[in-house]
Nanobody, 116 residues
Framework: QVQLVESGGGLVQAGGSLRLSCAASGRIVSRNVMGWYRQAPGRQRQLVAHITDGGTSTYEDSVKGRFTISRDNAKNTIYLQMNNLRPEDTAGYYC??????????WGQGTQVTVSS
């Protein structure tokens, strides 16, 4: 199995920044995709960004230009740098790990709250 440990959430004012981290451990294979999803109360979980083991990244339109996803393969860790945060970014943020070996694994989530 794979275990994910997320950190970095918190409360920030609009326009501020936060950096989320997600460290994977366990049955890691080199071919994998990791990413961040978010879910606000009463809404469906949606993709924020994901990144392949080769470094190819994809972003949801509303975060393009504000969020940057990156990864350190040696540490099996991904990061989400979130700048110019908006109140509508408030949500629980969940790390995802996908590989052909273990399927899809989710982290426990970390709360991001942006005050106006």
């Amino acid at each position: 199995q794979v275990q994910l440990v997320e950190s970095g959430g918190g409360l920030v004012q609009a326009g501020g920044s936060l950096r989320l981290s997600c460290a994977a451990s366990g049955r890691i294979v080199s071919r994998n995709v990791m990413g961040w999803y978010r879910q606000a109360p009463g809404r469906q979980r949606q993709l924020v960004a994901h990144i392949t083991d080769g470094g190819t990244s994809t972003y949801e339109d509303s975060v393009k230009g504000r969020f940057t996803i990156s990864r350190d393969n040696a540490k099996n860790t991904i990061y989400l740098q979130m700048n110019n945060l908006r109140p509508e970014d408030t949500a629980g943020y969940y790390c995802e790990f996908v590989s052909a070996v273990v399927g899809t694994i989710w982290g426990q989530g970390t709360q991001v709250t942006v005050s106006s």
